[in-house]
């Protein structure tokens, strides 16, 4: 079995722009050649808040739940887009509260594996 070439990068929360602080909350992969396409989200909101106790969660929720549908739903702005389109529109630069950060790339057998493994190296807590 071959591996496939994905890309990836962290959907990050970044409550205050000038502070520069923020947590990673989710990761986007895309696997061209497997027509792969997925974002999952966790949301620490208690490390959200020790960052900023006055961050619009419902907002911030929001924000995330989107990235996680724009994957898959063929409704919206995003409506009858490639998987390759809609990975690129998804990870354009921004200057919000959401945003994703660099794009990397890698090798995978398996594109939900290679997610749940980046998920759990960059956004879940450390397990002691």
């Known amino acids: 079995m071959s591996r ?3 890309e990836y990068a962290v959907i990050r ?9 923020l947590i990673n909350a989710g990761v986007i992969l ?3 050649p497997r027509g792969y396409l997925c974002a999952r ?6 490390r959200l808040r020790a960052l900023s106790s ?21 409704a919206g702005p995003l409506d009858g887009e490639a998987p ?3 990975f690129r529109w998804l990870t354009a ?7 994703t ?9 398996d594109p939900a594996a290679e997610l749940d493994h980046l998920m759990d190296r960059l956004v879940r807590k450390a397990r002691t």
Do not use: F, K, M, N
């Open 101 to 109: 950060g660099p794009v990397h790339a890698g090798l995978t057998l």
């Open 13 to 21: 929360v970044i409550p205050s722009v000038e502070r520069g602080e």
């Open 93 to 99: 630069p921004r200057s919000t509260i959401v945003q």
């Open 30 to 32: 895309y696997c061209q």
């Open 41 to 46: 989200v966790e949301l620490d909101e208690a």
């Open 84 to 86: 390759g389109s809609r």
């Open 54 to 74: 006055s961050v619009d969660l419902p907002g911030v929720r929001h924000a995330l739940a989107a990235y996680e549908s724009a994957c898959t739903d063929d």
């Open 4 to 6: 496939d070439v994905y």
